[in-house]
């Protein structure tokens, strides 16, 4: 049987400040985002949204930390961190989190393994 191989991404990926993109965006590494973007955002690695970052759509990935604004929902198999400049308007789903004073979070949180992988979109995500 062939063993299927990803490639890993050994450099981290960035969008710059300044930068939109729109569409979903899919990684086997770690993204930094300092721009926006308007779609959903999968990765295996770690997702770091920059304090002028914006993402309006969801986020599945395995470690996040949010300094920037988030409109949608972010499902995180491992550790989420909220910095005290991070902005979220919709559902959290986590193994942990960590919130700093300061960060606005408006909507419901779930944490602890619920035995389904976040890493995973659902096949029916519509913008």
Do not use: H, W, Y
């Not at 604004?69 to 979220?88: D, P, T």
């Amino acid at each position: 049987m062939a063993k299927s191989i990803e490639p890993e991404n050994k450099l981290p990926n960035m969008i710059g400040q300044g930068t939109k993109i729109v569409g979903d965006v899919e990684t086997n590494g770690d993204i930094r985002i300092d721009g926006q973007i308007e779609g959903n955002i999968n990765s295996k690695g770690k997702v770091v949204i920059g304090s002028n970052g914006l993402i309006k759509g969801e986020v599945f990935c395995s470690n996040a930390e949010l300094a920037g604004s988030l409109n949608g929902k972010i499902n995180v198999s491992e550790l989420l961190s909220l910095k005290a400049s991070s902005k979220i308007n919709g559902d959290i789903k986590t193994g942990k989190l960590n919130i700093e004073p300061g960060a606005i979070f408006t909507g419901t949180c779930n944490m602890g393994n619920q035995g389904s992988s976040p890493q995973t979109p659902p096949k029916d995500i519509k913008k």
